[in-house]
């Protein structure tokens, strides 16, 4: 499978202390709900009952929340890019890597939407080295290590349904078991995992 990006440094390895933490978890909801454009310092010290001096205490900015709230859920998928790394069975480790990527995308519909249209944090992740990092290994797994057109396009499809499919109005009373299975499924029939 696809090797570790050098020296940046992994999600995973990020220390956030449980006042961290809990600011991150108010965002979080705060973002899905508002955007992060829509959501204020302030909004997320009201949500936690403290002062906005308390969040600067945690976050001297708002770009370091965006980037914290983001990377709860990329460390899941960092760990299953780690399991498929050590997996030698590469139709296994793409399975391993879909699951959660799946899991956690249905788990955090509301965040999906906002993580791939939110200009702010669109731009962020785009600087973010631990994220691009992260995207191509995701890729690699995704490809099977194939650098083909065709590949590279099944990889980009899926990429897009999965995020798609999760935020989309036609599934929105979909409940989270049978949308994990569906897209599981057709996730599996595009990458021609057989």
């Given at each position: 499978m696809s090797g570790r990006a050098g020296t940046s440094k992994r999600l995973a390895d990020v220390p956030r202390s449980a006042a961290q933490t809990r600011v991150v978890t108010a965002a979080l909801g705060l973002f899905a709900r508002?955007?992060?454009?829509?959501?204020?310092?302030q909004m997320i010290a009201d949500e936690l009952g403290?002062?906005?001096?308390?969040?600067?205490?945690?976050?001297?900015?708002?770009?370091?929340?965006?980037?914290?709230?983001?990377?709860?859920?990329?460390?899941?998928?960092?760990?299953?890019?780690?399991?498929?790394?050590?997996?030698?069975?590469?139709?296994?480790?793409?399975?391993?890597?879909?699951?959660?990527?799946?899991?956690?995308?249905?788990?955090?519909?509301?965040m999906v939407g906002v993580?791939?249209?939110?200009?702010?944090?669109?731009?962020?992740?785009?600087?973010?080295?631990?994220f691009r990092d992260l995207m191509q290994r995701l890729?690699?797994?995704?490809?099977r290590g194939d650098a083909g057109v065709d590949a590279r396009v099944r990889a980009a499809m899926v990429s897009a349904a999965i995020g798609g499919a999760v935020v989309h109005p036609l599934v929105a009373d979909v409940d989270d078991d049978t949308l994990r299975t569906e897209v599981r499924r057709l996730a599996g029939d595009l990458l021609d995992r057989d």
């Amino acid at each position: 499978m696809s090797g570790r990006a050098g020296t940046s440094k992994r999600l995973a390895d990020v220390p956030r202390s449980a006042a961290q933490t809990r600011v991150v978890t108010a965002a979080l909801g705060l973002f899905a709900r508002h955007g992060v454009n829509g959501t204020s310092l302030q909004m997320i010290a009201d949500e936690l009952g403290v002062t906005k001096a308390a969040i600067y205490h945690q976050f001297p900015t708002k770009d370091e929340i965006v980037i914290a709230a983001v990377e709860v859920e990329l460390v899941k998928v960092e760990a299953a890019l780690d399991a498929a790394d050590a997996e030698p069975d590469p139709h296994r480790a793409l399975d391993l890597v879909l699951t959660q990527v799946i899991d956690s995308a249905v788990a955090q519909r509301g965040m999906v939407g906002v993580v791939q249209h939110d200009p702010v944090i669109v731009r962020h992740l785009a600087r973010h080295r631990p994220f691009r990092d992260l995207m191509q290994r995701l890729s690699a797994v995704l490809t099977r290590g194939d650098a083909g057109v065709d590949a590279r396009v099944r990889a980009a499809m899926v990429s897009a349904a999965i995020g798609g499919a999760v935020v989309h109005p036609l599934v929105a009373d979909v409940d989270d078991d049978t949308l994990r299975t569906e897209v599981r499924r057709l996730a599996g029939d595009l990458l021609d995992r057989d």
